[in-house]
């Protein structure tokens, strides 16, 4: 429980936390964690992994030219503003520690924020409008993101999300100092109480089992790759670095 104190949250740590504390213990504090590999997990990889290539200039795989370009259409260069793939925000205001790793951060008069989607469905603006790797990311930007611009404000920054299959369909969400110190009640409370959980026990809605990779572990059935929630993908890529702390 000592090495929990010293972790950064990421947004899929606290998303873990609120669908399951006993998935979280398990992942987090107990280290059983493995990486998946299935099409939509190396699919997915290879499309970030090619984003960041093209915003640092560098040869890509070749083998995702069509969404690639279809990205590039929507974000292009543009003299006089930075460009940051991959970029990694940490904050510690002493009471809670929290990280965030952004597909892309372009700096400019304003900090805009894009994150590349790449499932199946359609981005859904009113479900990520509250959702918690929203309010992660922009707060996180908000507390910590003078590194990058010195006199930023909660108003100059917004998040867009993007998926390259659905090129008319972005979801952009803008910030402001309501909606900040909002997040900031929210995300520290909610490390706050992981932090003192002592029982972290399983979540009411068993139906979310079906869909763990513990399922075996808790209730001693199998559970196929397949039927593994994409947000767990979305790991291997993203926030792989909380594992370590």
């Not at 998946?36 to 070749?62: I, M, Q, T, V, Y």
């Not at 809670?96 to 894009?114: F, H, P, R, S």
């Not at 003078?146 to 969400?173: L, Q, W």
Request: net charge negative; hydrophobic share 35%.
């Amino acid at each position: 429980m000592e090495d929990i104190k010293r972790m950064y949250f990421s947004q899929t740590a606290l998303r873990t936390y609120m669908s399951c504390p006993l998935k979280f213990k398990n992942r987090y504090i107990e280290g059983l964690y493995w990486n998946f590999d299935s099409p939509a997990a190396r699919e997915g990889r290879e499309f970030h992994l090619d984003a960041k290539r093209h915003f640092l200039n560098l040869p890509l795989s070749g083998h995702n030219g069509d969404l690639i370009a279809t990205m590039a259409d929507f974000v292009p260069v543009e003299s006089g503003k930075e460009y940051l793939p991959e970029f990694s925000l940490r904050h510690n205001n002493g009471n809670i520690k929290i990280m965030a790793k952004y597909d892309l951060v372009v700096v400019g008069e304003t900090v805009e924020i894009y994150d590349w989607k790449t499932e199946s469905a359609r981005p859904n603006a009113e479900k990520l409008r509250d959702d918690i790797q929203t309010r992660l990311y922009l707060y996180t930007m908000a507390a910590a993101g003078k590194t990058i611009k010195e006199d930023i404000r909660p108003s100059d920054i917004s998040i867009t999300y993007f998926n390259p299959s659905y090129p008319s369909s972005p979801v952009r969400i803008d910030y402001d100092s309501y909606r900040f110190e909002k997040d900031e009640i929210k995300i520290s409370g909610l490390v706050s109480q992981i932090l003192k959980d002592t029982e972290f026990k399983p979540t009411d809605d068993r139906r979310k089992c079906a869909y763990c990779e513990y399922n075996r572990l808790c209730n001693g059935k199998p559970v196929s790759l397949d039927s593994v929630d994409d947000q767990d993908f979305e790991l291997s890529w993203d926030d792989i670095e909380e594992i370590s702390f």
